[in-house]
């Protein structure tokens, strides 16, 4: 009997140098500014021509509305917590953002969002995760063009 626990342990503990470890993957958080030809934040809702009102996203067949409790994330090692899509301040910037998605999870999937002026952006996020190599790879276009998480709008 102790043979076989000794064994057991050896297989779960068993790897190239035989140590076993857990991983923690950072969650994500899409994260979209708006702004105007001059740089104006269009999603702070002090500025002309706010454009964070009547907002929604669709995500993987879900459709979310926008919380307009202007709320501070910490992304950190930990569980994803769901926020949905939600108004957040950093550094004095507003940024409509959705999520969090699981860090360790794939991802390939849209993000359309609709303006209160019937316009669309559509945002394409990839997450491809190497578990052997402890490496997530991620990947942001906005309209089809390759961009980085913050995304940035010119409207």
């Known amino acids: 009997l102790i043979y076989l626990a000794i064994f057991s342990l050896a297989i779960t503990t068993s790897g190239c140098d035989g140590v076993m470890r857990e991983v923690d993957w950072n969650p994500v958080i899409l994260k979209i500014a708006v702004q105007d030809t001059n740089g104006t934040d269009l999603l702070n809702p002090t500025n002309d021509g706010f454009v964070g ?58 993000l359309i969002i609709r303006w209160q002026d019937g316009k669309k952006d559509v945002i394409h996020y990839k997450n491809r995760v190497n578990e052997a190599m402890i490496k997530a790879t991620r990947t942001y276009s906005l309209n089809g063009k390759k961009c980085n998480n913050p995304i940035i709008i010119v409207r």
């Open 53 to 110: 009102s009547l907002v929604t996203a669709e995500w993987n067949g879900n459709t979310y509305t926008y919380d307009h409790s202007v709320g501070n994330t910490t992304s950190r090692v930990y569980a994803p917590f769901w926020y949905g899509l939600f108004l957040q301040e950093i550094d004095g910037i507003y940024y409509l953002s959705l999520g969090e998605f699981a860090g360790d999870k794939e991802y390939d999937h849209d």
